[in-house]
Nanobody, 130 residues
Framework: QVQLVESGGGSGQAGGSLRLSCEAS????????MGWFRQGQLTEREGVAA????????AYADSVKGRFTISQDNAKNTVYLQMNALKAEDTGMYYC???????????????????????WGQGTQVTVSS
């Protein structure tokens, strides 16, 4: 049984930082993509960042490039999202997800597209005040 458990959400000030964690269990090698997604009250779920587990491949949404960093600790089966220079528009429910890669020829790629992901956590709320 796949379980993804997010933690680390909360309230922050614009310009500040928060770090989210996602502990995974029950995953196999068919789902090496781990991603972070978010959804505001009035917006659709959007991709934030993705990482190919056990590799250096990462991908980011344009809106967070240079501010957010996705990383992994394989010994702990945990993926992190370090969020710096927070903005009010970063407010939303943040979800961790696991999925299969897409391929460009023989090269596996992890996108930040929600439809590529099969397993989802319950989410953790992030609220940024300006």
């Amino acid at each position: 049984q796949v379980q993804l458990v997010e933690s680390g959400g909360g309230s922050g000030q614009a310009g500040g930082s928060l770090r989210l964690s996602c502990e995974a269990s029950g995953l196999n090698h068919d789902h090496p993509c781990m991603g972070w997604f978010r959804q505001g009250q009035l917006t659709e779920r959007e991709g934030v960042a993705a990482i190919y587990v056990n590799s250096t491949w990462t991908a980011y949404a344009d809106s967070v490039k240079g501010r957010f960093t996705i990383s992994q600790d394989n010994a702990k089966n945990t993926v992190y999202l370090q969020m710096n220079a927070l903005k009010a528009e970063d407010t939303g429910m943040y979800y961790c997800a696991a999925g299969a890669p897409q391929y460009i020829g023989p090269v596996p790629i992890c996108h930040v597209r929600p439809n590529d992901y099969n397993y989802w956590g319950q989410g953790t709320q992030v609220t940024v005040s300006s």
